[in-house]
């Protein structure tokens, strides 16, 4: 499926670290998703941010970024999509309010809050207004990479209808599983790492009582 834009209706905006294992071609940790960058954010293995240090740390020694290069800090736009575009056999075909997810990192990390999240007016909310998305092609040495750019509706706001409600009521739904399921690995990973250092100390107590 081939579209040169597509219309989107964001619902939600929040934030998860991601590693990803390249040898094992899969995310071996994750945290929970946060609605802010200034909230902790708890991962799976007992840690937080899946272990990598924050961005003041990371610009200060170089080496550090490669060592956390698996480690990647996602924005999760949840929303309803709709556009007009062409099958792989030239077919026209419309889409209409389909749930999707945009996981924007990178070079599309920050277009979305500079573009829509501070357009918003005062008590605006996401939902209340459609973004046209469109893509721009950029270029470094040579490397080919696009760029993401929203367009919000500012001057129509979108009614908050019951099939929206009801999309936004399984996003909360879906999120607060996903969240549960990783606190509890996180509290699990906590006490069996409190259970290693308790081992440890036994064994040193022990070692300090045969030399005694």
Same mark, same amino acid.
């Given at each position: 499926?081939?579209?040169?834009?597509?219309?989107?209706?964001?619902?939600?905006?929040?934030?998860?670290?991601?590693?990803?294992?390249?040898?094992?071609?899969?995310?071996?940790?994750?945290?929970?998703? @946060?609605?802010?960058?200034?909230?902790?954010?708890?991962?799976?293995?007992?840690?937080?941010? !899946?272990?990598?240090?924050?961005?003041? @740390?990371?610009?200060?020694?170089?080496?550090?970024?490669?060592?956390?290069?698996?480690?990647? !800090?996602?924005?999760?736009?949840?929303?309803?999509?709709?556009?007009?575009?062409?099958?792989?056999?030239?077919?026209?075909?419309?889409?209409?309010?389909?749930?999707?997810?945009?996981?924007?990192?990178?070079?599309?990390?920050?277009?979305?809050?500079?573009?829509?999240?501070?357009?918003?007016?005062?008590?605006?909310?996401?939902?209340?207004?459609? !973004?046209?998305?469109?893509?721009?092609?950029?270029?470094?040495?040579?490397?080919?990479?696009?760029?993401?750019?929203?367009?919000?509706?500012?001057?129509?706001?979108?009614?908050?209808?019951?099939?929206?409600?009801?999309?936004?009521?399984?996003?909360?739904?879906?999120?607060?599983?996903?969240?549960?399921? @990783?606190?509890?690995?996180?509290?699990?990973?906590?006490?069996?790492?409190?259970?290693?250092?308790?081992?440890?100390?036994? @064994?040193?107590?022990?070692?300090?009582?045969?030399?005694?």
């Amino acid at each position: 499926m081939y579209a040169k834009s597509v219309k989107i209706r964001p619902l939600s905006n929040m934030f998860q670290w991601l590693d990803y294992d390249v040898e094992e071609q899969q995310v071996v940790n994750r945290t929970v998703m @946060i609605n802010s960058m200034r909230q902790e954010a708890p991962d799976e293995r007992g840690t937080v941010r !899946c272990g990598k240090p924050t961005s003041k @740390i990371l610009s200060a020694d170089p080496e550090l970024k490669d060592k956390y290069k698996s480690i990647t !800090c996602f924005r999760n736009v949840h929303c309803l999509v709709s556009y007009e575009g062409t099958t792989a056999s030239g077919a026209k075909t419309t889409v209409e309010n389909v749930p999707a997810v945009l996981r924007l990192k990178g070079a599309n990390f920050m277009p979305f809050d500079e573009e829509v999240v501070r357009a918003l007016p005062h008590n605006g909310k996401l939902y209340n207004y459609a !973004c046209d998305v469109t893509t721009e092609r950029k270029k470094n040495g040579g490397v080919t990479y696009f760029v993401m750019h929203f367009k919000p509706d500012i001057a129509n706001p979108l009614a908050l209808d019951e099939p929206t409600v009801d999309t936004i009521g399984h996003i909360l739904k879906m999120v607060e599983g996903e969240n549960k399921t @990783i606190m509890e690995r996180h509290k699990n990973s906590l006490m069996d790492r409190q259970t290693d250092i308790d081992a440890l100390e036994a @064994i040193d107590a022990e070692l300090v009582a045969d030399f005694a």
